[in-house]
């Protein structure tokens, strides 16, 4: 069994087939957890995870939605983002369903500007507390920002203890801030990138198996060999044997620690 710890099957790329994408994901034995990014895309990822077995949910409001900016809609699109404020009743009602097992994708993205750097933070030290609170793991989005998201993360930590954990999804940042990450017992997720960059080899090698998880991040992302088409949960086994190969061990051995990794953090 494998898991794909960060997919987007609840997205409008998946409009037309997704009910075909899950049974391959069913008949191949892997596991989805499908990511929201504002209460639409969440509420819809927790109705798919109560309908399948081997599906769970994220719910969270990505900073990109804190205010209005062009998306890739994952078919190749540019649309304007739908703006929504945290609302924490509305996400605590969604957390009641018990397959949902995680805050997310929370964080902070300076990709299109920091004007909203402060709202930005607010709401992520917001749905940090609503994981807390719920003992569940927060899903972190980062792009631009590590920096700050470390700050974030490591003052906020002080404050919860062993109540706070979570993982650096699509983890592109260096190796020491992996390492501090991993300190304080945050995993960092790695995605299709890795089979086509070799930017993370150096990431990856050199921290410690169980602080890795793998993921697709679909539609986007597609890894080797499939650049260029959808991305779906299937193959995150490109991004497991990519893991095996960089860490030199077996894809069994690579598949099995990443696969448990995931259940031990999402409890699933
Ligand atoms: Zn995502």
Redesign the pocket.
Known sequence: MLIDT?A?LNFNAFRDDVEEVIKRCADQKVGVIN?G?EYKTSKRAVEMAEKHEGLWAAIGVHPGHLSEREIDDGEGNLIRSAVEKFDRKKYFELAKSKKVVAIG?VGLDYYNGEENKKEQVEAFKEQIKLAVDLDLPIAV?CRNAYKDILEVITEEKKKYGEKMRGVI??YLGRLSYAQIFNEIGFSVAFNGIITYARDYDKVIKNIDLKYILAET?CPWLTPVPYRGERNEPLYVRYVAEKIAEIKDISNEEAAKVTTENAKKLFKI
């Open positions: 960060h987007h990511v990014s994708e989005h999804h699509s991040d």
